[in-house]
């Protein structure tokens, strides 16, 4: 049997984009809008990530009168982001998902974004390992029979491997 522990790096995108503080909430607007995803981290003149800015920081923006031409990513990010090492297994990343209701978390090294993984990624991953039931069924012999197929390999949290040494 192959255990496998699949970790952050292992299902993150490595290709990222991240909002300066200083970046205007149009320009926000115009890149969420362009973009494949609904949010993004923030990040310093060192590029570690200070912030989370989502459509709906912009919608919250908007509905308290603010104009998207002079606010800035900084101004309306959430700040104290959650991030995730790379060594992170995806168990804990879903756990976190569910726990705090976010769609994506930054994959960081010492802060620096490395990654992104979204709740999509996750179902990509699970997607992949769990491969969907297979139903053959056979009429053969007047009898019926109903064999179920999954993907062989066993997937096995870091927590239970450390314990099993």
């Known amino acids: 049997m192959v255990t496998d522990v699949i970790m952050a790096k292992d299902v993150m995108r490595k290709t990222i984009t991240a909002a300066k503080k200083e970046t205007l909430g149009r320009s926000l607007a115009e890149k969420l809008l362009t973009g494949n995803f609904s949010g993004m981290p923030v990040v310093n003149n060192n590029n570690e990530v200070v912030g989370i800015i989502t459509e709906f920081d912009l919608i919250k923006a908007m509905d308290q009168g603010k104009s998207l031409e002079q606010v800035t990513a900084e101004d309306i990010m959430t700040k104290k982001p959650i991030c995730v090492e790379e060594d992170t297994t995806i168990e804990k ?4 998902m569910a726990k705090e209701a976010i769609i994506r978390i930054p994959v960081v090294k010492d ?11 996750v179902l990509r991953c699970v997607y992949g390992v769990l491969r969907p039931e297979f139903v053959r069924i ?3 012999h007047g009898k019926m029979e109903v064999f179920t197929e999954f993907k062989q390999t066993q997937y096995k949290s870091e927590d239970i491997i450390h314990s099993e040494s």
């Not at 990343?93 to 976190?96: E, G, P, R, T, Y």
């Open 111 to 121: 802060m620096v974004p490395v990654g992104v993984i979204s709740r999509g990624d």
């Open 138 to 140: 056979s009429t053969e």
């Open 93 to 96: 990343v879903i756990h976190i």
